[in-house]
């Protein structure tokens, strides 16, 4: 085994013929980062890829290589509402693309269109500018945004926004104008796909801490019970950390009313037929592990559905057309 070293940390490289190579998280290591990971990208982005991203290189190249990763939501939360020929000849926009993993997805998944990722960190947009560059991906671009709370200036109109896992970490202040200045350069008739984002009332909070009803707690008593109950957060992370970490999600009712008033109807789309309601779009997404225990929350969810069990749902997988 080779040893690479970048800024990163140190990686263990086997080299395993046909331009694929397995690498492997030396240190640091971390509780939750993925330590080794078979890819084909080239050993330079690699190398670039570490010294960006530490003990989290094997995650972020899987977000692009593994169909099980940011393919697999895609493909249920953007494709059971809309059929990817629908996207032909169009122009999405990726924001908050990140390192451009969902930006190669998206090119790999949709029919000939135009993409545009946007990003605020120089860094990540330099590494997703690699990413394009070692798949020769034609019509895709990134742009870095100018502040958390602004779009580049002149990137014109789309007739799909990608949201993905962005409205959780944006701070309460930010959200409803960051939303808004996103919802006016989506097209009459376009689509904006918010998804990944934890549901602010389930009754277990699953993307920050793991606790149970601390999503019905004020702030200050749920910061204290974060701090003091959580393995998974630091004893001294403020409010205002937890805030961008997403430890608290949206609600659909919260969305819908700051694109309210913001030009253009907000109208709240069905998942296609054949996928069936929104529970169904939820359950479709998980893993096989636990199985059985996620099955019985489906049943659950199912039972309760006519007492508004919707609002259960961990995560909010939303599409909105902008109706005229």
Not at 221 to 242: E, K, M, N
Not at 247 to 271: F, M
Request: charged letters at 25%.
């Amino acid at each position: 085994m080779e040893h690479l070293r970048t800024p990163g940390g140190e990686l263990g490289v086997e080299m395993l013929g046909g331009g694929r190579h397995r690498i492997t998280v030396l240190e640091p290591r971390a509780p939750g980062a993925r330590l080794s990971w078979v890819t084909s990208y080239p050993l330079a982005l690699v190398s670039e890829i570490h010294a960006a991203k530490g003990r989290w290189v094997c995650d972020e190249i899987m977000r692009d290589e593994d169909p099980r990763y940011v393919e697999h939501a895609i493909r249920h939360e953007v494709f059971g509402y809309v059929e990817p020929e629908r996207f032909a000849g169009r122009r999405v926009l990726d924001f908050g693309c990140g390192a451009g993993a969902s930006s190669m997805v998206l090119k790999r998944l949709l029919p000939p269109c135009e993409i545009v990722g946007v990003e605020l960190q120089e860094r990540l947009l330099d590494l997703a500018r690699l990413r394009a560059a070692h798949y020769g991906a034609e019509r895709v671009r990134f742009v870095q945004s100018p502040s958390g709370d602004r779009l580049p200036a002149g990137i014109g109109v789309f007739d799909f926004v990608i949201f993905s896992a962005v409205f959780e970490h944006l701070l309460p202040a930010v959200r409803g104008p960051l939303l808004a200045l996103v919802w006016r350069h989506l097209a009459t008739g376009g689509v904006l796909f918010l998804n990944q984002t934890p549901q602010r009332w389930a009754p277990v909070e699953v993307h920050t801490t793991w606790l149970p009803l601390i999503n019905y707690l004020p702030d200050r008593l749920a910061h204290r019970a974060a701090c003091a109950f959580s393995g998974r957060v630091g004893r001294d992370d403020d409010w205002p950390a937890l805030l961008r970490a997403g430890i608290r999600g949206g609600t659909v009712g919260e969305i819908l009313g700051i694109l309210e008033g913001c030009g253009g109807r907000p109208a709240l789309l069905e998942p296609r037929p054949a996928v069936g309601d929104a529970i169904d779009l939820w359950y479709g997404k998980l893993s096989a592990r636990h199985r059985w225990l996620k099955r019985g929350m489906w049943a659950a969810l199912k039972a309760l559905k006519p007492f508004g069990s919707a609002r259960w749902i961990p995560e909010l997988s939303l599409a909105i057309r902008k109706a005229g």
